[in-house]
């Protein structure tokens, strides 16, 4: 019965241990890597991120996989993270493919429907985000952008430039 809850004594001190300098290890590297591996997140960014907690898990659990397996895979992946965050900044089409371009959804009061669809966003999401912004009428409204990392930005009047300014958006034009 007592393998129920664990095989032995020094199982439990090598996860206690393992998940120790894994945790540490991974801050280490995250640390190293840059503040942009911890910003908001594109897709990108979240299967990142959900790949680092299933190394750090795997890492803590299997007795098949050391801590030094371990950190070089975290290394890889927050290194490989790393390439690709410092391309996409440098090279406008790998910044297009990683991150998408913001969709413009309503402009000047008016919903712009093929945005909509093409965003696959729902005008009731569309009101919702609205409302979440203390807004209340479309028509006192200049724009509403669904942002990269899936936020919406809604702006009043007066906060946006012209339609033609309002650089690297995607719309329905």
């Known amino acids: ?6 095989d032995s ?13 894994a ?4 801050v280490v590297f995250l640390r190293i890597s840059g503040r942009r591996t911890l910003s908001k997140m594109n897709a990108f960014d979240l299967v990142v991120t959900v790949a680092l ?3 750090l898990a795997t890492i803590i659990l299997s007795k098949d996989v050391t801590l030094a397996q371990g950190g070089l895979a ?4 927050i290194g490989m993270q790393f390439v690709l965050t410092w391309t996409s900044v440098r090279v406008p089409w790998v910044r297009k493919l990683v991150t998408g371009e913001p969709a413009l959804l309503l ?15 729902t005008e009731d999401e569309l009101y919702a985000a609205v409302r979440e912004a203390g807004e209340d009428d479309l028509k006192d409204l ?5 942002e990269t990392d899936g936020e919406f930005s ?9 339609l033609s300014s309002l650089k690297g958006m995607d719309s329905a034009d």
């Not at 019965?1 to 664990?6: A, D, K, L, S």
């Not at 004594?9 to 300098?21: E, K």
């Not at 402009?107 to 966003?121: C, D, N």
């Open 1 to 6: 019965m007592e393998q129920v809850f664990f």
């Open 9 to 21: 004594g020094q199982a439990l001190l090598r996860v206690a241990v393992s998940a120790v300098l």
């Open 23 to 26: 945790y540490i290890t991974l």
């Open 53 to 55: 907690g299933s190394i």
């Open 74 to 77: 975290l290394a890889a992946l």
């Open 107 to 121: 402009y000047q009061g008016t919903i712009l429907p093929e945005a909509l669809r093409k965003a696959r966003v």
């Open 142 to 146: 200049r724009a509403v952008v669904l």
């Open 154 to 162: 809604v702006l009043t009047q007066g906060k946006v430039p012209e």
